[in-house]
């Protein structure tokens, strides 16, 4: 049996800082603040050159990839972060994040199987993952055979990847990605405690009209049940209030019904098919709520207990920082350290459904577990509140499918750039 592990990718564990936490919530807000100037600025030119980027906020370094010269704006912000601690060293590469991502989403696009795998993006390298037989087994999904089409599918991606001077990576691993919604409830029943004897107070039950992220939501698919999420941010589009969630907790659909834990509706799934069904899924999707709901910019941690959302990153939360959640689930946590992006495949029985995600690291028992899709992902919070980083997407599990130690992300960055007009509700919006 092969072991867990990455090829030319790092796992940054979650340090005991130095740093009081108040001052390491805003050396990361600082970090991230420069990170999203210089990724935006790279983003606006004809060919973006971004490649890895790892943080250490408790030395107060960044380190950033980056393929070719570095432009003398990007220099110039560097020097300005320097003034402020702020060390930033530039690490040559040959590839951008940008070219793998492609060669990333063409090779899923073409594998043949249906099968759930993943396809990390490291610097300069893919590493494709394609669990064992018996971990396919273990989560529902079909086993991919190495051979045959998929050789020549890995082969076509190896060419692509050396055009650019980076390479391919393929290993069998005793781990499978799986999306983290709790399926199976028939029509109108309610959810019962039992993962593992979690606690299902962690969040917020009952809210009707009036709307946070954190919330403990239900969707009825088409196939008559119900499926078990948490709800992520809330924001507005146009007039329209929403709360972002999960695509796949509504099986990657619009109009599906959306209704509080104690079973009063909420709301429809929407912009599912603009952020889904693109040439670069994401999984994301929000619940439109009515007209005359109102939302608050803040997420649930438990059934009274909130944090302040003040921003949203525009970004992807670089490997090596730390992050919180809240799910129904795993309830209120900060023992969360983001690691590298993934083009992750969960195995469906209409074939595997592709999204660009980033996976985060648990230093307890659990990154999330099976309930806590679309769940809030946030930045430590300060004493103001907190950052939107991403909403909870799924697991990657070894053998047992309810919890995981590592778990994958939707960056809301991805929600914010497609979606064009959409803003999270923040406390420092006007």
Partial sequence: MASVGLTASFVIAPASPTLA???LAEMQEAHFAVIDEIANWDAQTPHPRLGAIEGDPVAGTISIGWAGAVPTEVRAMADAAAEDGIRIDFVPQVSSEQEMLEIA??????????GAFAIGLNADALSVEVPT?????AVGSEHIALEGEVLDVIETAERAAADLGAEVTVEETDSAPVNAAATG???????????????LSATRSNDSSVLSGGMRVQTHWASGGWV???????GFYGHQPLIVTAAHCSDYADNRAVR????????????????????????????AASYDARTLPRIYTSETATVNITGSQTTWPPSGYRLCSSGQITG???????????????GTNRGPECMHVQIVRSSGSSAFC??????????LPSSSGAIAVGVVSGLKSSYSVNCSKEGLIAPVSQLLSTVHGLQLHTTLRP
């Fill in 21 to 23: 936490s108040e001052d």
């Fill in 105 to 114: 989403y063409d090779l899923a696009a073409a594998m043949p199987a249906d």
């Fill in 133 to 137: 037989q018996e971990a396919a087994e």
């Fill in 185 to 199: 409830m028939l029509p109108g029943a309610a959810m019962q405690a039992g993962v593992m004897g979690a606690n």
């Fill in 228 to 234: 078990s999420c948490t709800s992520g941010f809330t």
């Fill in 260 to 287: 509080n834990r104690n079973g009063t509706r909420i709301g429809v799934s929407d912009l599912v098919h603009e952020l889904n069904d693109g040439a670069r899924p994401y999984d994301l999707g929000v619940i």
């Fill in 332 to 346: 209120w946590k900060c023992d969360l350290t983001a690691g590298e992006a993934y083009v992750t495949c969960y």
């Fill in 370 to 379: 099976l309930g806590d899709s679309g769940g809030p992902v946030v930045s």
